[in-house]
């Protein structure tokens, strides 16, 4: 049974470009969520994504968006990348239903330079 | 002000020896609290998970305490290995929404 994945493990982007995450969810899961995690910091919510809506976000702005697919899948966008935007991007799925035990993927590092 | 507070932010302990982690939390209403391991450049792992009418977990030398009704837990490592460094963060969730709220972590060494 495969857990979270996420992919790229790493990425190298220039300030102002765009970048897209990708997260598949662990199997029977169909809430995901992204956070992006500063280092030495915990992880901060961008936001949540279920039955291909956005149900909740936190405090970051609209260069960040995202998507979720029929399948369960998500992406997250950041446009007009800023050097502040490097950090370790997580995904986690779990179920809207039930015990509500998020389960995370491995991450994506990006780097703005 | 941050919702979840951890203390100590970082110790560096002998491999064998014993150390407790401490999570203050203010998120209101309450689900769960759950401690999780991140290793450098991972992905949190699960430890434990508890709800408001558990008092204590274990997940093999891990044991995790919570007092709701001070809005305290502990995450005790028994007999550390060098494996258990990383950092060990505590998250509440919020009844309803199941937001999650996260600690900064806390940082543990173990050394030889």
């Known amino acids: 049974d495969a857990g979270v994945t996420q992919s790229p493990t790493h990425l190298i982007k220039t300030r102002g470009q765009q970048v897209t995450l990708r997260c598949s969810p662990k199997s029977g899961h169909d809430t995901v969520s992204w956070y992006q995690q500063a280092l030495g910091q915990g992880p901060q919510f961008i936001f949540q994504?279920?039955?291909?809506?956005?149900?909740q976000r936190g405090n970051f702005p609209d260069r960040f968006s995202g998507h979720q697919f029929p399948n369960y899948s998500s992406e997250l966008n950041v446009n007009a990348l800023l050097l502040g935007d490097s950090a370790l991007y997580l995904c986690?799925?779990?179920?809207?239903?039930?015990?509500?035990?998020?389960?995370f993927g491995q991450g994506t590092r990006l780097t703005v330079v | 002000k941050n919702q979840v507070e951890q203390s100590p932010q970082s110790l560096i302990i002998l491999e064998g020896k014993n150390c407790t982690l401490q999570?203050?939390?203010?998120?209101?209403?309450?689900?769960?609290l759950r401690w999780y391991k991140q290793d450098t450049g991972r992905g949190p792992v699960s430890l434990t998970i508890?709800?408001?009418?558990?008092n204590t977990k274990s997940n093999g030398r891990y044991t995790a305490t919570l007092d709701a009704d001070t809005k305290q837990s502990s995450l005790h490592i028994t007999a550390s290995q060098l494996s258990d460094s990383a950092s060990y963060i505590c998250?509440?969730?919020?009844?309803?929404?199941?937001?999650?709220?996260f600690g900064k972590g806390n940082q543990v060494v173990v050394i030889p």
């Open positions: 999570c203050n939390y203010t998120v209101s209403p309450f689900s769960n």
């Open positions: 508890m709800t408001f009418s558990e």
């Open positions: 994504y279920y039955e291909e809506e956005e149900r």
């Open positions: 986690a799925s779990s179920l809207v239903q039930g015990d509500y035990e998020a389960f």
């Open positions: 998250v509440v969730s919020t009844y309803g929404n199941n937001r999650l709220a």
